[in-house]
């Protein structure tokens, strides 16, 4: 079982940057990792994924301000978020892939913060 920790949250000014990390209990080498997002009251929402081989996936909203990273040594995912706007406002979550024999398992992190002021 992988546990996932995110941090890296907080207020920041429409404009600004964070980076946000997650740091995985366990080898997550060849996860599929990614980051999703949730604001009250709607559906955890795809912001971001990265594979295994460093391939990654972006939503139209965020494609070419949020890179997506990973550090496999370190079982860290990150998530570089420029140019923020109020409406990038959400709880972040961290999301582990696994696939097995059973078929796929996903993991995910308690979330952080995110808060643009305008």
């Known amino acids: 079982q992988v546990q996932l920790v995110e941090s890296g949250g907080g207020l920041v000014q429409a404009g600004g940057s964070l980076r946000l990390s997650c740091v995985a209990s366990?080898?997550?080498?060849?996860?599929?990792m990614g980051w999703y997002r949730q604001t009250p009251g709607k559906q955890r929402e795809f912001v971001a994924t990265?594979?295994?081989?460093?391939?990654?996936n972006y939503a139209d909203s965020v494609k070419g301000r949020f890179p997506i990273s990973r550090n496999n040594a370190k079982n860290t995912v990150y998530l570089q978020m420029n140019s923020l706007k109020p409406e990038d406002t959400a709880d972040y979550f961290c999301?582990?892939?696994?696939?097995?024999?059973?078929?796929?398992?996903?993991?995910w992190g308690q979330g952080t913060q995110v808060t643009v002021s305008s």
């Open positions: 999301n582990a892939e696994e696939v097995s024999a059973l078929g796929y398992h996903y993991y």
């Open positions: 366990g080898n997550i080498a060849n996860n599929r």
């Open positions: 990265i594979t295994s081989g460093g391939g990654t």
